[in-house]
């Protein structure tokens, strides 16, 4: 059993690695500045994404999409300077990615004036060729299947995705080409636990999932939604911490726990 306590050193990947290789749960959080990042590192965060969810939950927006590569960069100089021992992880925001000279030159750009580890990326097939450039020059990644917020527009709304047979068959193979392209992290957003269950199975880098079952190798929330302060409905895979507990220092703390423990995700924060 996992009690809190904090990070014992500086979170690598083949930290991470060994984590999945040893069956210890990988606890992630979104982050947006300072004060909150500080606390995840104190807490026991693993991972710290500087998502695009912060086009809603920081600006306002209805999507991600209008998220620029400097709104990342200026969140992620924030977060940088909290975190000591936490992997600090940088989405690359919608249009950031729509050539490999571009997803290279921005990548290489917000690493360099952030000092991340790592950058998420959306996009399955279609990104297989960035993922191959960014790994090609050292730039650590973690790709991000499932749901895609920045395809919205595309998708027709937030659903879950792989739910038939065809498309689970093709998230498969996204995965290991992903894997394959040289990827060091993949990230299910809304997958079916039992899909997201055979992916992490398949795989060998971790798996990280959100509203993808108890079976990835690690979690991830919006912080926000387990501070229970997002506007609007809150997502039915994320879970309000704050609600029970005294602070925000332990209800972060509390989150990493039932990470560690495999007590969240629940059924009822999973799809079938
Ligand atoms: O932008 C974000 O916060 C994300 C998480 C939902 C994983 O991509």
Request: proline share 4%; glycine share 8%.
């Amino acid at each position: 059993m996992y009690s809190p306590r904090p990070l014992h050193k500086k979170i690598t990947l083949p930290y991470l690695h060994q984590l999945k290789q040893q069956g210890e749960k990988i606890a992630c959080l979104t982050a947006y500045d300072y004060s909150f990042a500080r606390l995840m590192d104190v807490c026991g965060v693993e991972i710290v994404l500087v998502g695009d969810s912060l086009g809603m939950v920081i600006q306002g927006h209805d999507t991600t999409i209008p998220v620029t590569v400097e709104d990342i960069e200026y969140h992620g100089t924030a977060v940088a300077r909290g975190l000591e021992k936490s992997m600090l992880m940088l989405d690359m925001p919608y249009g950031s990615l729509n050539s490999q000279q571009q997803a290279l030159d921005n990548a290489t750009r917000m690493i360099k004036r952030t000092g991340a580890q790592i950058v998420k990326l959306e996009g399955g097939i279609t990104q297989l060729k960035t993922v191959e450039t960014l790994s090609k020059y050292r730039i650590p990644v973690c790709a991000h299947l499932g749901l895609q917020p920045q395809s919205v527009h595309k998708m027709g709304g937030y659903r879950v995705q792989g739910r038939d047979h065809d498309s689970a068959i093709e998230m498969k193979d996204t995965a290991l080409q992903i894997q394959e392209a040289g990827a060091d992290l993949l990230l299910l957003e809304c997958v079916p636990e039992s899909l997201a269950t055979e992916i992490t199975q398949l795989l060998q880098i971790p798996v990280i999932g959100i509203g993808a079952g108890v079976h990835c190798d690690g979690q991830i929330l919006v912080l926000q939604d387990i501070l229970g302060i997002a506007h609007g409905k809150a997502p039915s895979f994320s879970k309000n911490y704050l609600s029970e507990q005294p602070s925000i220092e332990t209800a972060i703390s509390a989150y990493v726990t039932e990470v560690k423990n495999q007590n969240f995700p629940d059924a009822s924060h999973s799809f079938s």
